[in-house]
């Protein structure tokens, strides 16, 4: 494969994994009073707060993995942030048998996977800078 190939599916693939971040982030950015009443539906301490630093946090941390400035960084803090929403808002374990709790089961591991892909975003980020 050249480089410029190999390079064009790297970007492809960092887009594709941050896709839900930037659409998450620019939603609330534009609809901030939804985005401070997502964090009371979930119970966080300080919405407003709260809500500003997931939008930063989604937004800031996605660039930086897509243009590689501070790329493990940026991937680890997108992890952290992944791993904490998850436990958050998919707690299936407190929803008794059925469709909801294998639903929610399904998106929990799969926020779980998503967690990990930046994990190995962050390690190949290391091992190709030394």
Known sequence: MSPAARRALTLLGLLGLCAAYLQGGLNKLLNYPGAVAEAVHFGL????????????VELLA????????????????????????????????????????????NSFYEHFGLAAAFLLVALWNQETAA
């Not at 300080?46 to 939008?55: D, H």
């Not at 803090?77 to 992944?82: G, S, Y």
Request: charge should be positive; charged fraction near 10%; proline fraction near 7%.
């Open 45 to 56: 301490p300080l919405p407003a707060f709260a809500a500003a630093g997931t939008i930063a």
């Open 62 to 105: 996605s660039a930086m993995v897509i243009t590689g400035c501070l790329r493990g960084l940026g991937a680890l803090a997108l992890m952290l942030f992944t791993l904490a929403a998850t436990v958050i808002a998919n707690r299936y374990w407190e929803l008794p048998p059925g469709m909801e709790r294998f639903m929610m089961a």
